[in-house]
């Protein structure tokens, strides 16, 4: 099973930019659909963005289109995370998750905290 380990979060002004990177142990990474979740205080965990495996496509949430992108690197099992033009609405603790078949794991979680 894959771990899952996230950094890069952190305190932004409004409409700044972070950058996110989640690091997966594993020689299967490249096979493994991977995405972006955020929880806000008091909210449920919501979708932020996936890529599939091999990075053969991409999605996102409609609330993170055009601002956010993700990328994953099968040289150094990265998955990374782009944000910019960042609101208040966008902060919350932001978790790494990676799924494939009937598996799936979750990192501890980044908190990123967009300031106005």
């Known amino acids: 099973q894959v771990q899952l380990v996230e950094s890069g979060g952190g305190l932004v002004q409004a409409g700044g930019s972070l950058r996110l990177s989640c690091a997966a142990s594993?020689?299967?990474?490249?096979?493994?659909?991977m995405a972006w979740f955020r929880q806000a205080p008091g909210k449920e965990r919501d979708f932020v963005a996936a890529?599939?495996?091999?990075?053969?496509?991409?999605s996102y949430a409609d609330s993170v289109k055009g601002r956010f992108t993700i990328s994953r690197d099968g040289a150094v099992n990265t998955v990374d995370l782009q944000m910019n033009s960042l609101k208040s609405e966008d902060t919350g603790v932001y978790y790494c998750?990676?799924?494939?078949?009937?598996?799936?794991?979750w990192g501890q979680g980044t908190q990123v905290t967009v300031s106005l």
């Open positions: 594993g020689r299967t990474f490249a096979m493994y659909d």
């Open positions: 998750y990676a799924h494939i078949l009937r598996r799936e794991s």
């Open positions: 890529v599939r495996w091999m990075g053969i496509a991409t």
